[in-house]
């Protein structure tokens, strides 16, 4: 698919093709771990959305077929040297993205090509469809790494209830594309060739709906 290339950074890619809006996480290398930039280029990205009228949905992805998003980068360290104020920085950037998809009014699509985790299954799960390749998985997986997750215990239960919310955040499993669609979380799965082609369906499905009515309706 040829792509009206918008902005590239090193890690971040923003392209235009049909009045979709396509966001790729552009790290497979680090597992498209969110750097800050990242984060901020995100969100400025789907702030611009908004108000352009050539834009109809929002697709976010990632780049390689592995992994769609392994949440913040915890291991990114400051050219400056302070820690501190670099992870409230990181903090205020994760809430900043979460935040800016769930106030645009136009819809946005998780395009899955890989497992989604911690920050990664936040934006997943808070955008308003999810189109996944069959190897996909969803985890939140904080705990294991020593650390609590309010914001992803809050998100999985407000999408998923509270059992679904105790049983990742308390395990920290990998829970397969195959249950994740049995339960509701995933919209669609469909094999990596279809991929991009299922989320562009599901894209303008969305989009042809009644503008209003929708941005009335996300929650």
């Known amino acids: 698919m040829e792509l009206g290339r918008l902005?590239?950074?090193?890690?971040?890619?923003?392209?235009?093709?049909?009045?979709?809006?396509?966001?790729?996480?552009?790290?497979?290398?680090?597992?498209?771990?969110?750097?800050?930039?990242?984060?901020?280029?995100?969100?400025?990205?789907?702030?611009?959305?908004?108000?352009?009228?050539?834009?109809?949905?929002?697709?976010?992805?990632?780049?390689?077929?592995?992994?769609?998003?392994?949440?913040?980068?915890?291991?990114?360290?400051?050219?400056?040297?302070?820690?501190?104020?670099?992870?409230?920085?990181?903090?205020?950037?994760?809430?900043?993205?979460?935040?800016?998809?769930?106030?645009?009014s136009k819809p946005v699509v998780a395009v899955l090509n890989g497992t989604a985790s911690g920050g990664g299954a936040m934006i997943a799960f808070l955008s308003d469809a999810r189109v996944a390749v069959d190897s996909a998985a969803i985890s939140l997986p904080e705990i294991d790494l020593g650390m609590p997750t309010f914001t992803g215990a809050t998100i999985a239960e407000h999408v998923g209830g509270l059992a679904l919310a105790v049983d990742l955040v308390q395990t920290g499993r990998r829970m397969p594309v195959g249950e994740a669609f049995s339960r509701g979380l995933v919209t669609r799965v469909v094999a990596r060739a279809e991929l991009e082609r299922a989320a562009v369906q599901v894209a303008e499905m969305l989009a042809k709906k009644d503008a209003g009515s929708f941005a009335a309706n996300k929650v």
């Not at 890690?11 to 790729?24: A, F, K, Q, S």
Request: net charge negative.
């Open 7 to 104: 902005s590239e950074s090193e890690n971040l890619r923003v392209e235009r093709h049909d009045g979709c809006l396509w966001i790729t996480l552009n790290r497979a290398d680090k597992a498209n771990a969110l750097a800050v930039a990242m984060m901020e280029g995100a969100t400025a990205a789907l702030k611009s959305a908004q108000p352009d009228e050539n834009v109809r949905a929002v697709l976010l992805t990632g780049a390689g077929d592995r992994v769609f998003c392994a949440g913040a980068d915890v291991r990114e360290q400051p050219d400056g040297g302070d820690i501190p104020a670099y992870r409230k920085r990181r903090s205020a950037g994760l809430a900043a993205l979460l935040e800016a998809i769930m106030d645009i």
